[in-house]
């Protein structure tokens, strides 16, 4: 192969001069980290919320939730991005609209707000499933108890279930986080976008896109590391 | 609000839309799910071979690839891959492949990740009894795996290969970052050309969720009676 590697490049100035290109790759994984976070409180609350709705007795909360998750699912990422980004602001009324237009850090709220929703329904899914794995007695005990649905949800039901999912939640995590970089073509400049902006000024593509593999790798290993000691912290002594 | 939406921008630019852009699209997605399956399959046995050597390699492959974001893996491959040209042919500088061969090769590399995990499930679902009926067949390695163990295998993991093939079409729409005229790409392109955000998004969205709830709702169907079957 004949191309010049020059790993030094990352302690060169950057031309938009505002520091190196290390500089670069460190501001853009923390837009990656403060989306990533941020969505996830929205996906977290917002799918439980559906997760359960899906598994209640009322029919018509059923509707709801199945009809949120199918529609959040089967359209690409992509597309709900540019739905949020281009067509939100069209559809509402016009005040509103030019508000969101002049805000600033637009591509950040934008993309905040549409991973939150996209990954509701992939937690919702999780969160439905962790329920009705759950033997039936549980929830018989409860009302048996003289609990309300609710409270038979807060104290019996939901401390087991998230117990059940949190393997499959910790997945859904990063991929919500590595999700974040579909937000580079609203114009986020996170971690994926700046590697590829080092790549355009540096020509220097491979220690570029290396540099940010070594970053998502190491994300994603920490996450795994943390979100097994959680496991290990939060398991229900005696129970498998 | 929606008083000024012109469907006249939908109408003129359907042949565009799904001439060019839908045939893209499921020409992608078809030929990647096949290799995605094949090399998954592969991927798979190697990490059920039992050989050290065979078994890391392929568990270190498909970690590496399900811990990076498909747009940061589509960026790779489209200035890898003219440098893997170049190595494989023996030429002296990088060769262009274009970028329709650079997406099919990632694609088909990174979906392998996750059509493996699959493959690696189904293979495991077929009962080891099997595998020793077979041996006591005097079937070797090949053949075992040929003839009794992947065909049970393919089976039971159907529904959810396609469920990873509907993945696969939502996910084409990202070869938007390399410009490629998929179908996403074609109607973003009519979106700018003729300022219309609003109708062409909106009308590619609605396209989507019609193909794929369609589509689940069939895989789901196909789950019911595969499962009464076994």
């Given at each position: 192969m004949n191309y010049n590697w020059?790993?030094?490049?990352?302690?060169d100035q950057s031309?938009?001069?505002?520091?190196t290109y290390a500089d670069m790759l460190l501001s853009g994984l923390l837009w990656t980290l403060a989306t990533a976070l941020c969505s996830w409180i929205i996906a977290f609350c917002l799918g439980s919320i559906i997760g359960v709705m899906r598994t209640l007795p009322s029919k018509a909360a059923n509707a709801i939730g199945t009809g949120y998750v199918e529609l959040f699912r089967n359209i690409p990422l992509l597309v709900q991005m540019f739905l949020w980004y281009s067509v939100m602001p069209e559809v509402v009324p016009e005040n509103w609209g030019n508000w969101l237009k002049q805000l600033p850090n637009a591509s950040f709220y934008t993309a905040v707000i549409c991973l939150g929703f996209f990954t509701a329904s992939r937690v919702a899914e999780q969160v439905r499933t962790g329920i009705e794995s759950l033997p039936r007695g549980q929830r018989m005990a409860g009302t048996a108890l003289g609990l309300t649905t609710a409270q038979t949800y807060r104290y019996v039901i939901l401390p087991i279930a998230y117990r059940v999912i949190l393997p499959p939640l910790t997945s859904e995590f990063l991929n919500n986080m590595k999700n974040t970089s579909v937000a580079l073509t609203i114009g986020l400049l996170e971690l994926t976008a700046r590697a590829r902006s080092m790549q355009e000024f540096s020509s220097q593509v491979f220690e570029a896109f290396t540099a940010a593999t070594v970053i998502y790798l190491g994300i994603s290993l920490l996450v795994v590391t943390v979100a097994g000691k959680i496991e290990t912290r939060v398991a229900v002594p005696g129970a498998r | 609000m929606f008083s000024d939406f012109d469907l006249n921008v939908i109408l003129g630019s359907l042949p565009y839309l799904f001439g060019t852009g839908m045939v893209f699209t499921v020409t992608l997605t078809a030929l990647a799910a096949t290799g995605g399956i094949i090399l998954g399959t592969l991927i798979a046995m190697m990490r059920l071979s039992g050989i050290a050597a065979l078994a890391i390699p392929a568990k270190i492959y498909v970690n590496f690839m399900r811990s990076l974001p498909l747009v940061l893996v589509i960026f790779w491959f489209y200035f890898l891959v003219p440098y893997i040209g170049q190595w494989m042919t023996g030429a002296s500088r990088p060769i262009s492949v274009g970028a329709f061969t650079s997406a099919l090769v990632t694609f088909t590399l990174f979906e392998a990740a996750f059509f493996s995990e699959i493959m690696r499930a189904g293979i495991q679902s077929v009962s080891k009894g099997q595998t020793s009926a077979a041996q006591a067949l005097g079937l070797n390695y090949r053949q075992t795996m040929a003839t009794v163990i992947l065909p049970q295998a393919f089976r039971n993991m159907v529904p959810l290969l396609l469920t990873q093939t509907i993945v696969l079409f939502q996910d084409t729409s990202l070869v938007y970052v390399i410009s490629l005229t998929d179908f996403m790409g074609a109607a973003s392109k009519v979106a700018q050309r003729d300022g219309r955000l609003v109708e062409m998004y909106i009308f590619a969205a609605v396209v989507y969720l019609i193909i794929c709830l369609t589509a689940s709702t069939l895989v789901r169907r196909l789950q019911r009676r595969v499962a009464i079957i076994r």
């Open positions: 020059n790993w030094s490049i990352f302690f031309p938009e001069g505002t520091g | -």
